[in-house]
């Protein structure tokens, strides 16, 4: 479960994708049925204040740029998000720089 907790660590962390440049914080972490782990990474606003679209890649292809999580991570293992029980409204707060 080691390497499962390593990707899921991703999570909140800004990254940069090694082909493209495309930079962004890990939204979401993908375990797909043919073997692929993928993060969603959502670049945030543009300067004109319209939201950017998130894009997916493969984790090999992501350089981590900063390794402070935006925010704090939802606990996977025990609690309310574990067991599915916490909603939308109920998300967590961005952590301050």
């Known amino acids: 479960m080691t390497n499962v907790k390593q990707h899921l660590d991703m999570l909140g962390l800004r990254v ?3 082909v493209t440049g495309f930079s962004g914080v890990v939204a979401s972490v993908c375990f797909d049925l043919y073997g692929c782990i993928q993060a969603g990474v959502n670049p945030g606003m543009a300067p004109d204040g319209k939201l950017m679209d998130a894009m997916w890649f493969d984790i090999a292809r992501l350089s981590v740029i900063d390794a402070r999580p935006v ?5 996977f293992e025990f609690g309310a998000q574990a067991e599915g029980r916490q909603g939308p409204a109920e998300k967590p707060q961005f952590m301050k720089p």
Not at 71 to 75: A, F, G, I, L, V
């Open 16 to 18: 940069r994708d090694k």
């Open 71 to 75: 925010m704090d991570t939802p606990n």
